[in-house]
Every structure is written in structure tokens, then in C-alpha cells.
């Protein structure tokens, strides 16, 4: 009894591989040839005039869903996205418009599709927002409340910056919602030196742009010590008299001192019942508190009550 070939054993498991092989791309080839139905995302692009003009703050869609019918090779073209035409469909008056109806794109889309035939636009409606573009300019303003310096530490100079004045774009609606000014936020903190820095625009809404877009804002810093000193207070009017020391507090830059003992005075100011004393101060000093801060006109006594 003869032995069988080894090789001709093994070759027969290969030989059932290529046919089934074979026979599947024959399938494929057969169903790829039969007409069908598929849904795809169809490419469309939307035009409109004046685009220098507008503003899009949302935009339409660059693909929507439609069905088509055609055969297999056709269908598996347009699902791959290979040599596909984009429909076109011009929206008229786009920033008073802001949907579309499907059925409006249908003459677009079917003018466009090649090998296969349209069967209805999947996309029910189609929102978009174009607005008209504006602008404004607003002023720039600095939060001074909002300085954070180091204890004993103040501004000395005025705030210097190098733009007065910001020119913001966007999109209509948001250019009216616009205050007349941009108020600087300085977020540095204990600041103990003269400032100098460059400050971004930030806070405008996501669809506005500012010009300039950074501001450089600087100014001066010194450190202060602070001081306490007695003031004469004298008051004689309508048979009221007051004859006191008011107790003042100030801060002065460190280094400096008062040259004159009269360059720091109380007025008495009245108002209604009451007697006020303002202090009239140097342009260097600032002043931190009065004690005590107002009399009481008292008409019996004839005198002036703390």
C-alpha cells in the first residue's frame, strides 16, 4: 500500500481558501453591481454675500444627513467621501435668517450627486446665527480699589497707560450688551515697587476681539510710616465756645517730614447741630483718622460737646 504525498495533503486546506476566497469577492462584486439604499452625511457649503460684513456665531452645518439610492460602487463612493461634489445653496439676507427647511436644500443636493439619486433630506431643519459685525470703542479705566500692596505701601504717582482707549468687534447683539468702559483688573499682589506691566484684555465675551489686545499700565510706589499728631482746635461763635485737641493720624512717605509746624491745621466746618473739623494737609500726607471727628452744638451749656 502506497504512502500519500505530504504535500499534496497540505495542499488541499489552501485550495479551499482561495475558493472561498474567491467566491466572497464574487459576492461582493455581485452585490456592490445591485442598486440600494444608504444614508450619509452629504457635504454642502453655504454662501452668502458681504462676508466682511457679517459676524457668524454659529454657523451652518458643512455636512447633513440625506438618503440616497445607487448601486453599491456608487454608494461606497459617496460613503468614503471619494471625488464627491459639495452641494452649494445660498442663504440671502443670512443675519435675518435663521433657519432653513430641508426641503429648500433638495434641488442643491440632487444637482450635485453623481451616480446616485436623492431620496430625501434625513436633516429636518438647519439653525444658524449670523449677525452683522460691528464695534465700539470703550474707555479704559483701572480698578485703584482693587490694588493689592504690601503693608505700608501705597501709590505715589498717577496710573499711566499707554492706551486710553480699546476698539472691541463682534457680533452686533453682544457690541450693544457693551459698557461705554473697560475696567483693568491688577492682579499682582503686595506690591511693594513701582509697577510696570503689560495687561491682557480679558473678560469680553468669547465672540469679541479687542485692538489692542494688552495694555502696559505703570505707576509709581513708595513705602509709608505712619504718624500721629495734636491739633489746637478753637471755635468762639454765637456764645458757643470751644477751646480742644484733636487727635489726627496720617501716613507720610518715609524719608519725609512736615517743614512747618502750621502746614498741618484743623478747620471747623458746622453743619446742622453739629461742628465738623476738617484737616487741611500737605499733598504729601494722607490722612488716616480724626479723633474725635465731630461736636455736638449744645445750646444749654453754651459749650461744645465731644
Known amino acids: 500500500m502506497g504512502v500519500k504525498n505530504p504535500s499534496s495533503i497540505i495542499s488541499q486546506p489552501k ?43 454659529n454657523g ?27 452641494a452649494e445653496y445660498k442663504i440671502n439676507k443670512p443675519s435675518q435668517t435663521k433657519f432653513l427647511i ?15 439619486s436623492l431620496n430625501y433630506v434625513v436633516t429636518d431643519s438647519i439653525f444658524f446665527n449670523i449677525e452683522i459685525k460691528s464695534n465700539k470703542n470703550l474707555n479704559v479705566r483701572v480698578d485703584t480699589s482693587k490694588i493689592s ?32 468702559n473697560y475696567t483693568l483688573i491688577i492682579e499682582d499682589q503686595n506690591i511693594d515697587s513701582d509697577y510696570d506691566e503689560e495687561i491682557k484684555i480679558e473678560g469680553l465675551n468669547e465672540y469679541l476681539t479687542a485692538t489692542p489686545d494688552k495694555i502696559n499700565l505703570s505707576f509709581e510706589v513708595a513705602e509709608f510710616v505712619k504718624e500721629e499728631v495734636s491739633l489746637k482746635a ?42 465738623i473739623p476738617e484737616i487741611v494737609a500737605p499733598s504729601n500726607i494722607q490722612i488716616l483718622n480724626i ?13 461744645l460737646l465731644v
Open 102 to 116: 430641508s426641503n429648500s436644500l433638495i434641488p442643491n443636493i440632487s444637482e450635485s450627486l453623481e451616480g446616485v
Open 60 to 86: 451652518p452645518p458643512k455636512f447633513i444627513e440625506i438618503s440616497i439610492n445607487g448601486t453599491g460602487w456608487n454608494l461606497l463612493r459617496n460613503l468614503l467621501k471619494l471625488n464627491v461634489r459639495s
Open 149 to 180: 500692596f504690601k503693608d505700608n505701601f501705597d501709590r505715589i504717582s498717577n496710573i499711566f497707560l499707554s492706551h486710553n482707549e480699546i476698539k472691541v468687534e463682534g457680533p452686533q447683539s453682544k457690541i450693544k450688551s457693551l459698557d461705554d
Open 15 to 57: 485550495i479551499l481558501l482561495y475558493c472561498f476566497i474567491a467566491g466572497f469577492f464574487i459576492w461582493i462584486f455581485n452585490e456592490l453591481n445591485n442598486r440600494s439604499n444608504a444614508t450619509i452625511l452629504y457635504p454642502i457649503d453655504f454662501k452668502y454675500d458681504d462676508n466682511d460684513e457679517l459676524f457668524v456665531v
Open 234 to 275: 478753637n471755635y468762639f461763635k454765637d456764645n458757643f465756645s470751644l477751646d480742644t485737641l484733636i487727635v489726627v493720624s496720617y501716613k507720610i512717605k518715609k524719608g519725609d517730614v512736615l517743614e512747618e509746624s502750621d502746614s498741618l491745621y484743623v478747620n471747623l466746618k458746622t453743619e446742622s447741630s453739629l461742628l
Open 291 to 303: 479723633s474725635p471727628n465731630s461736636f455736638i452744638l449744645d445750646k444749654w451749656s453754651l459749650n
